[in-house]
């Protein structure tokens, strides 16, 4: 179980980082649709930041979910397989 939620932790992290980067790759290309088709956008939040929106902070929010909860599993992964290290290393000691 221990080894199972650092893997969990770590999918979870991967998959946030191919997830931002698709979400932000797409806005810039459809950045580039915008300027090219004469489709328009808002002058106040420019090209790249209509684009963004048009594409949506959805993607971008699940992103975020998926990190806080990938480094969460991670360090508690971490954390419990040091308190286990240094119980056993107890343990061992008074065997001796």
């Known amino acids: 179980m221990k080894m199972a939620k650092l ?15 698709s979400t ?14 004469a489709i328009g956008w808002n002058t ?9 929106r048009e594409i ?6 699940v992103s975020i979910l998926l990190a806080i909860l990938g480094i969460f599993l991670v360090i508690t992964a971490v954390r419990n397989n040091y308190k286990n290290s240094n119980q056993n290393k107890v343990q061992d000691k008074n065997v001796l």
């Open 44 to 52: 106040s939040h420019g090209i790249y930041g209509t684009a963004f």
């Open 56 to 61: 949506g902070k959805f993607p971008l929010a």
């Open 7 to 21: 893997h969990i932790g770590l999918t979870l992290l991967v998959l946030s980082a191919i997830l931002a980067g």
């Open 24 to 37: 932000i790759i797409s806005a810039a290309i459809y950045s580039q649709v915008l300027v090219q088709e």
